[in-house]
């Protein structure tokens, strides 16, 4: 299993601004993935962070809006930039290790509200 | 494409009672069948998987799931619910050809009343 860490926990944000958040994983893993989440509904993939390399986004979803970063294998960030309401979520962080038959693990998510 | 169907937006049983959470699925090849849990304020947990076997598979806090091939299911089961299991059930699926996708289900929330 993984242990999954996200800072901030909680944001309120003003419409234009930027939103960093960070995920720590406590063990190297294979692959890390960000997701969004409207509270009480189903997960979104917004993109897959590759270590050393550009992430791979979901259609929807395009780098300038949402940048990632992943320096290493257990470490990555991703930014919401130029935030407006709608971007007003719950962003969760996700590991896989090992084959492609393994579960995934949970960061406890980061809720974002943006005024 | 993959897609994974929760037909109920919503469960409702006695404590005690057995219950029941569909999901149904469609993958181009073999599917690997995952269920969470997601506690109120809280991340997704694993309770489970279907990779290859046995149908019936036991996973925590007492839940099990059965795959059915031929109706292409994963329904979520315990024999008898507590309070405690309140909360928005999520099942996913990925196939076996060595993707990593995986696909959520839309959630069903399960209301277990004393």
């Known amino acids: 299993s993984a242990v999954i860490s996200q800072k901030p926990s909680r944001d309120i944000c003003q419409r234009g601004t930027s939103l960093t958040i960070q995920c720590q994983v406590d063990?190297?893993?294979?692959?890390m993935f960000w997701y969004r989440q409207q509270p009480g509904q189903s997960l979104t993939l917004i993109a897959t962070?590759?270590?050393?390399?550009?992430?791979?986004?979901e259609s929807g979803f395009v780098i300038d809006k949402f940048p990632i970063s992943r320096p290493n294998l257990t470490f990555s960030t991703l930014t919401v930039s130029n935030m407006s309401p709608e971007d007003s979520s719950i962003y969760l962080c996700?590991?896989?290790?090992?084959?492609?038959?393994?579960?995934?693990?949970f960061g406890p998510g980061t809720r974002l509200t943006v005024l | 494409a993959q897609s994974v169907a929760q037909p109920e937006d919503q469960v409702n049983v006695a404590e005690g009672n057995p219950l029941t959470v569909k999901c149904t699925y469609s993958?181009?090849?073999?599917?690997?069948l995952f269920w969470y849990v997601q506690y109120p304020n809280r991340g997704l947990q694993f309770l489970l998987k279907?990779?290859?076997?046995?149908?019936l598979v036991k996973g925590s806090y007492g839940f099990e799931a059965e795959f059915n091939k031929s109706q292409t299911s994963f329904h979520l089961k315990k024999p008898s619910a507590l309070v405690s299991d309140s909360a928005l059930y999520f099942c996913?699926?990925?196939?076996?050809?060595?993707?990593?996708?995986?696909?959520f289900g839309a959630g069903t929330r399960l209301f277990v009343k004393a």
């Open positions: 996700s590991v896989k290790m090992g084959g492609s038959y393994n579960e995934q693990f």
């Open positions: 063990s190297q893993v294979t692959m």
């Open positions: 962070a590759n270590q050393g390399s550009e992430a791979t986004y």
């Open positions: 993958v181009s090849g073999n599917p690997y």
């Open positions: 279907y990779i290859t076997g046995d149908n």
């Open positions: 996913a699926v990925r196939d076996n050809t060595g993707g990593f996708k995986t696909i």
